[in-house]
């Protein structure tokens, strides 16, 4: 059996753009997508702080150090500049495999720069 759980999280990040006519997706910042092992294209769960919005789209990077994380295409209308939001991806595993994984957050500051990532290896050692 497999167990879906966080994969990893971007937490509490400021939404800095909106564009309605791009073809779709999340713009995030290349060192944040790094660092949080965001895959270009992966799905990912936004939830938007500000008004409890929860939506699915797919990452893309946008150029490192840049501080972007902008909503595309039909998303933009699920936001505005200054919302804070929570971006997440989720992976599959067996029991197995949860004896050796942590999910990874990526803290970051209000203007979407990286201050520390944390790792959560005690919440599964229990298992």
Known sequence: MQRTLLLAKIHNCTLTGANIN??????????????????????VQVVNNANGQRFITYAIPAPANSGMIELNGAAARLGI??????????????????????????????????QEVRNYDDLLSKL
């Not at 779709?24 to 997508?33: A, K, M, T």
């Not at 919302?83 to 500051?109: A, H, W």
């Open 81 to 114: 500049i200054g919302d804070r939001l929570i971006i997440m991806t989720y992976g599959q595993f067996t029991l197995e495999e949860l004896n050796k994984f942590s999910p990874t957050v990526v803290i970051v500051d209000e203007k979407n720069r990286m």
């Open 22 to 43: 791009y073809v779709g997706s999340i713009s995030i910042d290349q060192v944040l997508l790094d660092q949080a092992g965001i895959l270009p294209y992966e799905q």
